[in-house]
């Protein structure tokens, strides 16, 4: 679709106003005809930025070295048993 057109860059300074006639192109050229798909501006906008954003982070294009490196995040898993992991907050019974 040609309206997705370097929609990263872009689709971010159009006003609600101008989405809504978006908006409302998109209606009519799928009420005429002329898409398969009923689709909204920002779902036009937001798959863009996904395309993009996914494309990037593959080591091989040429914007993936703007990337900051990936940081590794472990995050504790809690368990049942509280008393084990935090035996100071509950008092003994």
């Known amino acids: 679709m040609r309206i997705a057109y370097a929609a ?15 908006d409302a192109f998109l209606r009519r050229s799928f009420r005429f005809g002329f898409s398969q798909q009923l689709l909204t501006f920002r779902q036009i ?12 982070t593959n080591p091989a294009h ?11 995040t472990q995050y504790m898993q809690l368990r049942d048993d509280i008393h084990t992991l ?5 008092p003994n019974v």
């Open 8 to 22: 990263p860059a872009w689709s971010s300074l159009v006003s609600k106003e101008q989405e809504g006639k978006i």
């Open 45 to 56: 906008a937001e798959k863009a930025d996904h395309t993009l954003f996914t494309s990037v």
């Open 62 to 72: 040429c914007l993936h070295q703007l990337l900051p490196p990936t940081r590794s």
């Open 86 to 90: 935090y035996p100071h907050v509950l």
